[in-house]
């Protein structure tokens, strides 16, 4: 191992081997690879070492969710795998360092449409595939974080190191049995909780990177909620999807579960099983008694905190449950005065 450490000092520099030094300092068992190919992986004995150092950028690395699911095989239980990524922002930086100022702008405009739109569309995604060979992928921070957690293990840290994001992450759970590349298109579906705790699908156009559904319980650890519910430096939302979200256009679709009598038009934000997990016993009980709807009494009553956000859904029920559709005509109009007369929006 120290001779690997010397040899990524002399090409990579300091930085990046005292990363992993660092990482590796109570690991007695380790593999060292700058490899994309699986079958290096696979040739090594199954749950018997304490740390696997790859350091073959994750962006070129073909059917990387496989090859990672392999890694995980190979780690004795809590074993540490120590990678590196080039993420959008890295990208960003090196096109702005390496290109002219008045070529930067149109090259990353012809690289954000080859190298992250292609890739989410039908059709478009199998050219990407045959041009690419499944190498040089644009991987966010979240999409890395994200297939990491997918793949069983727990990332501890991350650490910016010349112009790449290198990360340390735990073995955790048990390896996936269906592990695969998951394809996500511009629409997509969330599951979450309604009436008498049935699970439905809700319709909304993608404001989020790939894998950002498996990231939420690193975003906990690492974030507190911020002022109405949401998370602090929220790094699942893309930059269009910020725009998106401002403009309540990725709701639009959720339209179909309306038309489909799932949803109100007012009522409760329909929440996923672990954000729902964060309330109270007495808030969850009441939840299942009411449908979720498109339109929350968060933006009746503007709560800054997730208590007062609890308290304005318990307010709601109770409307509800007595008024019935009287109290959602109120509250529509408390809405409709915040967001078109005052401008008012969640954060």
């Known amino acids: 191992m120290e001779n690997h450490i010397e040899t990524l000092k002399k090409y990579n520099g300091f930085a990046p081997a005292l990363f992993i030094e660092e990482a590796t300092t109570d690991c007695i068992k380790n593999s060292f690879f ?4 699986i079958y290096n992986i696979e040739s090594l004995v199954s749950n018997n070492y304490d740390a696997i150092i790859n350091i073959k950028k994750l962006n070129d690395i073909n059917e990387l969710n496989a090859f990672q699911t392999a890694i995980h095989a190979k780690l004795k239980p809590n074993g540490l795998y120590i990678g590196k990524v080039e993420t959008n922002e890295n990208n960003s930086q090196r096109i702005k360092e390496e290109q002219h100022k008045l070529i930067a702008p149109f090259y990353s405009f012809f690289d954000f449409v080859f190298r992250r739109v292609f890739p989410r569309m039908p059709v478009l995604n199998r050219i990407h595939q045959f041009i690419t060979k499944g190498t040089n992928k644009c991987i966010s921070s979240c999409e890395a974080i994200g297939r990491l957690y997918y793949c069983g293990f727990e990332v501890i840290e991350t650490k910016a190191i010349n112009n790449n994001m290198y990360f340390v992450a735990r073995k955790k759970t048990e390896v996936r049995s269906n592990v695969k590349e998951i394809l996500y298109g511009p ?5 979450r909780v309604s009436k008498n705790n049935k699970i439905i699908k809700v319709y909304k156009l993608r404001t989020m990177h790939p894998y950002a559904e498996y990231v939420q319980e690193y975003l906990h650890n690492k974030n507190q909620l911020a002022k109405g519910g949401k998370f602090n430096n929220d790094f699942r939302i893309t930059s269009y999807g910020k725009w998106f979200r401002k403009f309540w256009i990725d709701e639009l679709p959720m339209l179909i579960n309306i038309l489909k009598l799932e949803i109100k038009l007012v009522g409760v934000r329909p929440l996923s099983p672990h954000f729902l997990s964060l309330y109270s016993d007495e808030l ?10 498109l339109l929350p009494p968060f933006y009746a009553d503007m709560p ?17 449950n007595k008024n019935g559709w009287r109290c959602d005509i109120r509250y529509l109009y408390k809405i409709v005065v915040n967001i078109v007369f005052k401008n008012k929006r969640s954060s």
């Open 304 to 320: 800054t905190t997730l208590e007062e956000i609890m308290q304005s859904e318990i307010n709601y029920i109770h409307s509800y």
């Open 34 to 37: 700058k490899t994309g190919d």
């Open 284 to 293: 969850k009980k009441l939840r299942i008694t009411v449908k979720p709807g």
């Open 187 to 191: 629409l997509f579906i969330m599951k």
